[in-house]
């Protein structure tokens, strides 16, 4: 990867010391090796084992549950069903309001009377060991009198259909509205429509996926007297301990929730799980601990699902191309109940899909329906890469009907670099970016004009092998953070994130975050922005995180924040820090404050540089304690919270050139070029890693994975031979580059970059496939694009699905 640098965009303090380095990971080797604590290695005496009877059936009634067979198997210790639990149960909490009158059913964490989608909790063992609970699955007799499943979202949304619940009166949970004119954003939809030269409708599927992390969910609670410590393979381990709390009734403050390293989570993970709720629930009742690890089939059945929305998009335009209006109507398959932010995530989408256009009208409408299905929730942009999906795959509809090059017509509707802060149809402030020059950098990477050159020559032959090529032109909100904007949305917590520095006697550093990696690198990153603004050695920081009772403050990892919140909040700490010794070196140097420089960790008199003291020796002298002033604590330690004032929005344009064989149906990815820009880099070597995982699940949802249940509403791809998670030999090289435009929300120049590959690349490779048929007649292909789907779109028409 090389980095593209605008001289008159690049941060004012670059270049610094660790800012800009390829650390690799310090934390990379006992994850790598496994030599960790991941929850399932935990061992704790007394221990007891918890299992899970799931139901088979996506839809019925509970008549009868017989467990007293289980309960005699040999090491079973306790079975309880939903009856057993239901007065302390509580209901597994949704934390998104979006609209005041959305309906709720409640989500038990044991089913009391009813199943609504296969791999739904009945009824829990506890025994001696892991086999002993998963062999008494088989003994407990659930009779269930099947009900009709509830599958296919449109059908689910139509007045009459079949109920999911049938306390309620529709399948729809909520009715969301975002309409421009009424907002004052921008001008009447209708009459845009009304007026304009060329309409270009689509229905588009973004399918269901799977998260599918790597390391199954976990979870082990301690009972201490009437305190609970929970080990959770989680993302969110402060969010969870609010929650928890609140649905258990065990007060906050007897609950510690440690998240250990954990094995990935892509949103999978920013959840509270029916199984860490009935863990507690076990614990409290047993007085023991225990432990439950999930199987395979259970994570890719039972834990959340994302994406699953059928889009109703349509374009205006005038014949020049200039974009008039945008219609948005989404349904949300949301499966059989509304999880952590189940009903927010679609809802997201409302500010993402008129892209890095200038839309002048705009309208989205979202209706949140149940299904008897596994419930969706957060998978990796959350929101985000549906609407880049839908946007960016219409743009090029709309190219081919008004004659254009797909590039034109972008280039021609986006905001131009020097209209930034620009406030969209949506009413986001865009702060910064420059799309046209990273669109130039990623024509040079791809060989764009070679690749058109072979384009023609294929089709000019006939060649059963076409080419195309796709783009993509993307933003994103992410920094998922400010406070006010979310309290504005409903969202049942803030977005602020806490820090906290101490410099130790011996002159290493702790750093204490609220942020909660799973993946993304931050004890290195984090080491980094230290580093460099105390001017200590990389290796002497040690990052603490993921533990309530020792970062006691926090938000947690999602919605790629946690360096333009967390490590903010971080570099707030560090001034904090500064300032702290700056007083104390003021008195030992018996200097004016006023008159201390400080520079690569050292305070020195300004005049006489070689009067001066590092800040390790001023920590050791406040911990001696034989001299420092008397309003001036004897720690040199800092707090710091940071809550931006607006989201952060990296943008980039990915470029894929791919191969279709019109014969077999079979597409490869030739090259694929991205130039992104994430403002200032902390480390690129994890940037490009960041980027590479993304462009993977973004890639893999184009072409290969989706969750499929059948016509009964089995999950038909609950293993990894059905759900097709793309190895590394299934992806093609990246050529990478970045574009630096500083981001003025934040302290470190940053934006965020865990999200983007994922949110940006499906809609490349989409239209990249389209680009290489649409001379044959296909007009879409339904993802994901397998050799099926595409032999049908060329040969039979359709989209293939
Ligand atoms: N970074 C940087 N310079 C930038 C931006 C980021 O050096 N300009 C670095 C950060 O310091 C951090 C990493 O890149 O080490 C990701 O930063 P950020 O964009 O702030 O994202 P988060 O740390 O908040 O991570 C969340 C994001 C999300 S939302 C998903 S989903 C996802 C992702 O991270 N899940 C992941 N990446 C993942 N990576 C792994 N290995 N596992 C997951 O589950």
Same mark, same amino acid.
């Given at each position: 990867m090389t980095v593209t640098e605008d001289p008159a965009t690049t941060a004012p303090s670059a270049p610094e010391k660790e800012i800009g380095q390829a650390r690799r990971r310090k934390e990379d080797a006992h994850l790598i090796t496994g030599e960790?604590?991941?929850?399932?290695?935990?061992?704790?005496?007394?221990?007891?084992?918890?299992?899970?009877?799931? !139901?088979?059936?996506?839809?019925?009634?509970? =008549?009868?549950?017989?467990? !007293?067979?289980?309960?005699?198997?040999?090491?079973?210790?306790?079975?309880?069903?939903?009856?057993? @639990? &239901?007065?302390?149960?509580?209901?597994? $909490?949704? &934390?998104?309001?979006?609209? $005041?009158?959305?309906?709720?059913?409640?989500?038990? !964490?044991?089913?009391?009377?009813?199943?609504?989608? *296969?791999?739904? &909790? @009945?009824?829990?063992?506890?025994? #001696?060991?892991?086999?002993?609970?998963?062999?008494?699955?088989?003994? @407990?007799?659930?009779?269930?009198? =099947?009900?009709?499943?509830?599958?296919? *979202?449109?059908?689910?949304?139509?007045?009459?259909?079949?109920?999911?619940? !049938?306390?309620?009166?529709?399948? =729809?949970?909520?009715?969301?509205?975002?309409?421009?004119?009424?907002?004052? +954003?921008?001008?009447?939809?209708?009459?845009?429509?009304?007026?304009?030269?060329?309409? @270009?409708?689509? #229905?588009?599927?973004?399918?269901?996926?799977?998260?599918?992390?790597?390391?199954?969910?976990?979870?082990?609670?301690? $009972?201490?007297?009437?305190?609970?410590?929970?080990?959770? &393979? +989680?993302?969110?381990?402060?969010?969870? #301990?609010?929650?928890?709390?609140? *649905?258990?009734?065990?007060?906050?403050?007897?609950?510690?929730?440690?998240?250990?390293?954990?094995?990935?989570?892509?949103?999978?993970?920013l959840q509270v799980n029916p199984e860490e709720i009935l863990a507690l629930l076990v614990a409290r009742r047993l007085g023991k601990p225990v432990k439950w690890t999930e199987t395979r089939s259970e994570s890719l059945m039972a834990a959340h699902h994302g994406r699953d929305q059928v889009q109703y998009i349509d374009i205006a335009a005038d014949r020049e191309g200039n974009v008039k209006g945008l219609r948005v109507r989404l349904l949300a398959d949301m499966g059989a109940y509304l999880r952590l932010i189940t009903a927010g995530t679609p809802a997201l989408g409302a500010f993402m899909f008129p892209g890095i256009y200038k839309f002048p009208a705009y309208r989205f409408e979202l209706d949140g329906v149940f299904t008897t299905k596994t419930p969706t929730d957060a998978y990796r942009g959350a929101g985000r890469p549906e609407a880049t999906f839908a946007i960016e795959r219409i743009m090029d509809e709309l190219a081919v009907e008004l004659g254009m090059d797909p590039l034109e017509l972008r280039r021609k509707n986006w905001i131009d670099a020097e209209e930034f802060p620009f406030t969209t149809v949506a009413g986001l402030e865009y702060d910064s970016g420059d799309y046209d020059t990273a669109t130039r950098r990623a024509l040079e990477l791809i060989g764009y004009d070679e690749l058109r050159e072979e384009q023609r020559r294929r089709r000019e032959s006939g060649d059963p092998v076409q080419l195309g090529i796709g783009f993509s032109t993307f933003t994103e909100m992410c920094g998922i953070a400010p406070s006010r904007v979310l309290g504005s949305l409903s969202f049942g917590s803030g977005g602020w994130e806490h820090a906290t520095i101490r410099m130790l006697p011996t002159g290493k550093v702790e750093v204490v975050t609220g942020s909660t990696p799973h993946g993304q690198g931050h004890e290195t990153a984090w080491s980094q922005l230290v580093a460099d603004r105390l001017g200590v050695p990389f290796e002497d920081i040690e990052v603490l995180h993921g533990d309530t009772a020792i970062a006691s403050r926090g938000l947690d990892t999602y919605g790629s924040r946690s360096l333009v919140v967390g490590g903010a909040a971080v570099v707030r700490a560090a001034d904090k820090v500064i300032a702290k010794a700056r007083k104390v070196a003021a008195h030992l140097l018996e200097a004016s404050e006023d008159d201390l420089e400080f520079d690569g960790g050292r305070f020195s008199v300004r005049g006489t540089p070689g009067t001066g003291m590092a800040i390790q020796e001023i920590a050791l002298a406040v911990f001696t304690a034989h001299n420092y002033p008397e309003d001036i604590e004897p720690t040199i330690d800092a707090d710091a919270a940071f809550d931006p004032v607006n989201f952060s929005f990296p943008h980039g344009t990915h470029i894929c050139a791919m191969e279709v064989d019109t014969e077999t149906g079979f597409v490869k990815i030739r090259k694929y070029a991205c130039v992104d820009d994430v403002g200032t880099i902390v480390n690129p070597l994890i940037v490009e890693g960041q980027i590479h995982g993304g462009l993977a699940q973004g890639i893999a949802q184009a072409l290969y994975e989706e969750a499929v249940y059948d016509a009964d509403g089995n999950l038909t791809t609950g293993t990894f031979v059905d759900y097709l998670v793309p190895s590394a030999a299934d992806l093609p090289h990246f050529d990478t580059d970045n574009t630096v435009h500083v981001a003025p929300g934040n302290p470190i120049g940053a934006k965020g970059v865990g999200e983007a590959g994922c949110i940006a690349s499906t809609p490349a490779v989409v239209n990249a496939a389209l680009d290489a048929v649409r001379h044959l007649g296909v007009r879409d292909i339904r993802m994901p694009l397998t050799p099926e789907r595409v032999w049908r779109a060329v040969h039979e028409g359709g989209d293939g699905g």
């Open positions: 960790t604590t991941w929850t399932d290695n935990m061992v704790l005496p007394g221990m007891l084992h918890m299992a899970l009877v799931r !139901s088979p059936v996506a839809h019925a009634r509970i =008549t009868a549950i017989d467990v !007293s067979a289980a309960r005699e198997a040999p090491g079973v210790v306790a079975v309880l069903t939903g009856q057993d @639990v &239901a007065e302390e149960q509580g209901s597994i $909490p949704s &934390a998104w309001q979006v609209t $005041p009158d959305m309906v709720n059913p409640g989500h038990p !964490s044991l089913a009391v009377d009813q199943v609504n989608h *296969v791999g739904e &909790a @009945v009824a829990l063992i506890v025994a #001696r060991s892991r086999a002993a609970a998963t062999d008494a699955i088989e003994l @407990v007799d659930v009779d269930y009198d =099947t009900l009709p499943p509830v599958l296919d *979202v449109e059908e689910a949304a139509k007045e009459g259909a079949d109920l999911v619940h !049938s306390h309620l009166s529709s399948n =729809t949970s909520y009715h969301f509205v975002f309409d421009a004119g009424e907002a004052g +954003t921008g001008s009447d939809t209708e009459q845009a429509f009304a007026d304009a030269d060329v309409v @270009v409708s689509r #229905r588009f599927v973004n399918q269901r996926l799977i998260p599918a992390f790597m390391e199954p969910r976990s979870v082990v609670v301690q $009972p201490v007297g009437d305190s609970f410590t929970m080990w959770s &393979a +989680t993302q969110i381990p402060h969010i969870l #301990r609010v929650m928890a709390a609140m *649905v258990t009734g065990i007060p906050e403050h007897k609950l510690r929730v440690i998240a250990p390293d954990v094995g990935g989570g892509f949103g999978g993970k």
